[in-house]
């Protein structure tokens, strides 16, 4: 689910990018919110960083007497992407395994769904395995799977989420 999130942040401008002229000062706060924005990639409260919508206020710069540095507190608007539990979303299978799939959806990279939580499907090995079910109906590599998030698990040392995820449940699995 895409959530907005207010977040004020502090942000870090090197003395080399700081110019008397208000525009460019605050062209460089932004890039370098932007910079940071990225490379924070999520956290466990908001999920996955994707946007920043609106800078709301930029507040007065402080000096950091040991390096130069001033720091300006940021309020900002983004955009977020978190699974909770009991949501149903799509993702597309990218690993076939005789125990289940992993699937992507969105930022979401390691999404986990047993063959246990695909009532009916089976597994048929081969150099490109996948799962049917009766009605021929085929998971495998690069297949769009709709699914039920059973739970999703924070990673700190990633910096990532994971995810268990089901097919049990009406209008859940591979869709055409």
Same mark, same amino acid.
């Given at each position: ?12 401008? %090197? ?8 525009? &460019?000062?605050?062209?460089? *706060? ?6 940071? /924005? ?10 996955? $960083? *994707? ?6 206020? *930029? ?12 720091? $300006?507190?940021? %309020? $900002? ?6 699974? /909770? ?28 769904? %047993? ?15 996948? /799962? &049917?079910?009766?009605?021929? %109906? ?8 709709? /699914? *039920? ?28």
């Amino acid at each position: 689910m895409f959530l907005k999130v207010e977040q004020q942040w502090n942000v870090i401008v %090197s003395p080399e990018k700081l110019v008397a002229k208000g525009l &460019m000062l605050q062209k460089a *706060i932004v890039v370098r919110l932007l910079d940071d /924005f990225a490379s924070k990639k999520a956290n466990k409260d908001f999920g996955y $960083f *994707i946007n920043v919508t609106t800078v709301e206020n *930029i507040g007065d710069g402080k000096v950091r007497h040991s390096t130069g540095d001033v720091l $300006f507190p940021v %309020s $900002f608007s983004g955009i977020t992407f978190k699974m /909770f539990r009991g949501e149903i979303l799509r993702g597309v299978v990218h690993k076939v395994l005789k125990h289940g799939v992993f699937l992507k959806c969105g930022p979401v990279q390691n999404i986990y769904l %047993s063959h246990l939580k695909m009532p009916d499907y089976k597994y048929v090995p081969g150099e490109n395995a996948f /799962f &049917m079910n009766d009605k021929q %109906s085929r998971i495998e590599k690069d297949v769009v799977v709709r /699914f *039920i998030v059973i739970g999703t698990k924070w990673m700190e040392a990633e910096r990532e989420f994971q995810a268990l995820v089901s097919l049990e449940g009406d209008y859940l699995g591979p869709i055409s």
